[in-house]
């Protein structure tokens, strides 16, 4: 089992800028990829950025430019620097992890995070 506790979110005016953490722990082997979706009620999940363990990084073409990714595997950590943030990306921003349970896993289990609220004011 792996839990996560991501935190950073708020309110914010358009062109402001916050930073989220996701932090693992529990019974971890070896996480492969971190990253946050962030979900609108009533619209799909959509995915906003990744990170593998060795540092390569996905964005959304939204956000390309504008929020960073980083990633301290000591501490278990992701963090989603978010710059010039707009009303539209306004959302729960949802922490997860693909997480192997052992050597020789052939299938990574999902985690998520409990979601943090960002809310971008005009």
């Known amino acids: 089992q792996v839990q996560l506790v991501e935190s950073g979110g708020g309110l914010v005016q358009a062109g402001g800028s916050l930073r989220l953490s996701c932090v693992a722990s529990?019974?971890?082997?070896?996480?492969?990829?971190m990253g946050w979706f962030r979900q609108v009620l009533g619209k799909e999940r959509e995915l906003v950025a990744s990170?593998?363990?060795?540092?390569?990084?996905n964005y959304a073409e939204s956000v390309k430019g504008r929020f960073t990714i980083a990633r301290d595997n000591a501490k278990k950590t992701a963090y989603l620097q978010m710059d010039a943030l707009k009303p539209e990306d306004t959302a729960v921003y949802l922490c997860?992890?693909?997480?192997?349970?052992?050597?020789?896993?052939?299938?990574?289990?999902?985690?998520w995070g409990q979601g943090t609220q960002v809310t971008v004011s005009s």
């Open positions: 997860y992890v693909n997480h192997l349970k052992r050597a020789g896993d052939w299938e990574s289990t999902r985690y």
């Open positions: 529990g019974n971890i082997f070896a996480i492969t990829t």
């Open positions: 990170i593998t363990t060795s540092g390569s990084t």
